[in-house]
């Protein structure tokens, strides 16, 4: 792929116009907003859908191939019709893995900053304007989280909140150790003071999030060593706020304090995102996720010990290096035991710098995708047979946006499924009883029990 070097461009700044641009997990949709927010501070507005922005930020994702190419072939596709270009900002973790390789494969990109200082971003888009091209990678030990401006809440009633972020773990496919960092979790009372922000700014539901989210740790006012259960029992005392929950959790951080909560917190959804990638032992050891099959199905079953109801959630990986087809076929056992809600499922994708990516039996692309598949004929099943579970259920919906047809909106549920309901005066952020009365695999129908409307 070829680009062309950058016209000499409109300088940005503010009165000027911006998109920020996120691919890839929910951490970095919470990146993106951040950013979003900092620059709005700075004097530059949100550019209208669909229109021409001065500044385009790709928050960009590493954690598979496609995401990466993509982000090359959205640069190309930022060129103007009279061939300029705005001011082009990477972010995210291509930029952390690849900063110099981006540099010299797109030299339109003007400014290129890592996930860990992107607090900095007014900063470089000034020493853009001065001509420089600006890469910032740096993983400073000041944490970027002080130096942003405060939240406010949004138009919207849900919001995430970054309380971990980076991975120790190591997984040998996995490059999240490498493009965020080592472990760190955000200080207790910022996270109160955040969670008490956007509560005041209408949210009514808080995801907590963290590429190993179970790991965080902290210490309350009264200075007491506390894990993610004990923020978590913290933050439901907030007044305002209806609902948490948390993402993503690795199986050997889930504490007995944290699944006794599932138990005994109600503002704490009943939904659980644990990942366990494989369903064989051996691969499981090739992979460095250390748990095992066994230990991860006691995990499962001691959640659903204190909260029978809890909808469970996964991500796997099909095709690891040197996975054989009885090793697959442990995968689909591991799924038929656990009977998933809804999972994630991928190609094992090669990851430059990973152990992973050098190991012997690599899996032929033509056998990835039949295993591919198969686990997702399975999972999408088991999707069906969940929802189809909820059916007749009395439940409550959060209204998070409108739906296709007039009066319609669609909440989700507290497994997080997303319900349609029509009824008039219903408005989005409110709580509302309803009874689930439908369910395809994707989303459920559901009419309201006016009398019990919150
Ligand atoms: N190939 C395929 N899937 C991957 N994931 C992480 N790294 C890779 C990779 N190299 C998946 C894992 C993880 C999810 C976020 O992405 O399933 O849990
Ligand atoms: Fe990646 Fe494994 Fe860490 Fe998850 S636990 S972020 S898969 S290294």
Not at 80 to 86: F, L, Q, T, V
Not at 130 to 152: C, Q, T, V
Not at 424 to 446: F, H, K, Q, Y
Request: glycine share 10%.
């Amino acid at each position: 792929m070829t680009f062309d070097s950058p016209a000499r461009k409109p300088v940005p700044g503010p009165g000027k116009t911006f998109r920020v641009k996120s691919f890839g997990c929910q951490m970095n949709v919470y990146d993106g907003e951040r950013m979003a927010e900092m620059l709005e501070a700075g004097g530059y507005a949100a550019a209208a859908e669909g229109a021409d922005a001065d500044l385009v930020v790709l928050n960009t994702c590493h954690i598979r191939e496609k995401a990466a190419e993509k982000v090359y072939s959205d640069i190309g596709r930022l060129k103007r019709e009279d061939g300029s270009r705005p001011t082009i900002a990477v972010a995210g973790c291509v930029a952390q893995a690849e900063g110099a390789e981006i540099a010299r494969r797109a030299p339109s990109v003007d400014v290129v900053v890592g996930p860990q200082a992107y607090h900095r971003l007014p900063d470089l888009i000034a020493r853009a304007q001065r001509g420089e091209k600006a890469i910032d990678l740096d993983m400073p030990l000041d944490s970027k989280f002080g130096a942003l401006p405060k939240r406010a809440g949004g138009q919207r009633p849900t919001a995430f909140l970054t309380v971990q972020e980076g991975c120790d773990k190591f997984c040998t496919y996995c490059v999240v150790p490498y493009t965020r960092g080592a472990e760190t979790s955000r200080p207790f009372a910022d996270l109160i003071a955040e969670a008490r922000a956007l509560v005041a700014g209408g949210v009514r539901e808080i995801t907590l999030l963290g590429q190993n989210v179970n790991a965080w740790d902290g210490e309350d006012e009264r200075g007491r060593a506390i894990g993610l259960d004990g923020l978590i029992r913290e933050l439901a005392k907030e007044d305002g706020l209806e609902r948490i929950r948390y993402t993503t959790s690795h199986p050997n951080d889930m504490t007995d304090g944290l699944i006794a909560a599932h138990g005994e917190v109600d503002k704490l959804m009943p939904f659980l995102h644990l990942p366990v990638q494989a369903g064989s032992d051996r691969i499981l050891a090739a992979m460095n996720r250390s748990h095992s099959v066994e230990s991860y199905l006691r995990v499962i079953e001691r959640v659903r010990a204190a909260r029978p109801d809890i909808a469970i959630s996964g991500d796997f990986i099909v095709g690891f290096p040197g996975e054989s087809e009885a090793d697959f076929e442990a995968t689909l056992a591991i799924v038929r035991s656990t009977q998933y809600a809804m999972a994630y499922s991928f190609k094992y994708s090669r990851r430059p710098g990973t152990p992973a990516a050098t190991m012997d039996g690599q899996v032929e692309e033509g056998v990835m995708n039949d295993r591919l598949q198969r686990l997702q004929a399975l999972l999408n099943e088991q999707q069906q047979a969940f929802n189809e579970r909820t059916v007749g259920r009395a439940t409550r919906l959060l209204l998070e946006r409108r739906g296709k047809h007039d009066g319609q909106l669609i909440g989700k549920s507290p497994w997080l499924q997303s319900v349609h309901v029509t009824a008039p005066g219903l408005a989005i952020g409110d709580m509302v009883e309803v009874r689930i009365t439908s369910a395809g695999p994707n989303s459920l129908g559901a009419e309201p029990l006016m009398e019990e409307v919150a």
